[in-house]
Structure formats: C-alpha cells, structure tokens
C-alpha cells in the first residue's frame, strides 16, 4: 500500500510561520483526489483540521491553511501558538487498481 | 451531532480475532461510508476498510484476508472483525465516517471516535 510521505518533524517559535508538504504519486494526488489534513494532539483521536485541499471545517482557526499542487500539497501554519503541537497527517485517495485510502506517515510540530 | 463510540475486549491472544464494535448517533448508519483505521503505538494512521449501503464493503489490499466489516442497522452500529492475529495488530482502533463529495475526488473523514487499544498478547 503506497503512503504519502511528510517530514518526520518542523518546529518554530510562537508566532513563526511553518510548512509541512506532502508529496504523493500519479495514483492518489496526482490523479486527482483531494488532500485533507488531520490534526492529532497526543493520546486522543484525530480531528479533521483541513478537507479538500483547502477548506477549514467551522471552528479551524484561520491560521491553518492548505494547498495543493501537481501531485503534493501543503499546510502551512501561520502565528504558530503553543497549542498547535501535535502530530499533523495528510490523508488522500490512491485510485490504483485495489483502490485504497492512504496517510501520510505524519509530522511532529513542536513549538520551540 | 454525530458521535461515534468504540468497545470491544481490549486484550486479545495470538491467532485469536479481533472484535470491535462502533456505535453511532446522531445519523443513520444506513447513509455514509463508515470506516475502521487504526494506530499501531507510536506510529502512523493504517486504514482497515469501510462498509457502505450496509453491505458494500472494501479493504485495504494488505489486510485483505483476515478483515471483514458488518453493519446492524436496528442497533445503529457497525462491527470490525480481524482474524489470526499478531503482536502487529496491537494498536489503537478508530472508527470514522466518510464524507465524499466531488464524484468520488474529494473523500475525508469527518467524524472519528475516540479510539480503542487492542493488545495482542498471550
């Protein structure tokens, strides 16, 4: 099963901006399937942070933003806050011929 | 709201199966794609399979053999079952609900349970 590969970790000083990419194959992003980030603090489940691309759910702070391009993407964080550290995945659709959903192999954000 | 709850034995012995059950409210489970991921300790997210239209099911390829999902439409809940177990399924089981919108383009989990961790341990 193919995976989406992220940085194992960024980090950054309150307030500072940080990116974290994704990159992914012909199969899932580069085929056209939306990217969709998921925000998870440790011990708890994973919360849907961004959706298709670029799209906050009512209650995501503006901060968090996401982008997609060719077959990669990105979410950036801007005004980096002590409460944004936790492990971020990206997650899209692989088409191939099984069909299956695929993560990313996800990155720590630490707040310096 | 949409809430979504996993139970099931939390200790479970090699070669034995694995049973866990999501309950869900707030919606009903004969909408939607509902899905099982899980979370091996320290790792990243795996995603096990869904169940759609209470009875169309798919898997993940790597797993294929040993899982199987099933729904309860008077109970509102829908079952994950997996098989010939292993230490390597020690983990933490999410359950999910999909949104997919985009003809089928744009497929995201919206709402996740809790989790629940499973050990595989004799």
């Known amino acids: 099963q193919s995976e989406l590969t992220q940085p194992p970790s960024v980090s950054g000083a309150p307030g500072q901006r940080v990116t974290i990419s994704c990159t992914g194959s012909d199969s899932n992003i580069g085929a056209g399937f939306d990217v969709h980030w998921y925000q998870q603090v440790p011990g708890t489940a994973p919360k849907l942070l961004i959706y298709?691309?670029?799209n906050r759910p009512s209650g995501v702070p503006d901060r968090f933003s996401g982008s997609k391009s060719g077959a990669s993407a990105s979410l950036a964080i801007t005004g980096l806050q002590t409460e944004d550290e936790a492990d971020y995945y990206c997650?899209?659709?692989?088409?191939?011929?099984?069909?299956?959903?695929?993560f990313g192999t996800g990155t720590k954000v630490t707040v310096l | 709201q949409v809430q979504l709850q996993e139970s099931g034995p939390g200790l479970v012995k090699p070669s034995g199966t694995l049973s866990l059950t999501c309950s869900v409210s707030?919606?009903?489970?004969?909408?939607?794609?509902w899905h099982w991921i899980r979370q091996p300790p320290g790792r990243g997210l795996e995603w096990l399979g869904y169940i759609y239209d209470n009875e169309r099911t798919m898997y993940n390829p790597s797993l294929k053999s040993r899982v199987s999902i099933s729904v309860d439409t008077s109970k509102n809940e829908f079952s994950l079952n997996l098989n010939s177990v292993t230490a390597a399924d020690t983990a933490v089981y999410y359950c999910a609900r999909e949104r997919r919108t985009g003809g089928g383009f744009v497929r995201y989990f919206q709402n996740w349970g809790q989790g629940t961790l499973v050990n595989v341990s004799s």
């Open positions: 997650h899209s659709y692989d088409g191939s011929l099984s069909g299956s959903y695929v």
């Open positions: 298709a691309n670029s």
């Open positions: 707030g919606v009903s489970i004969s909408s939607f794609y």
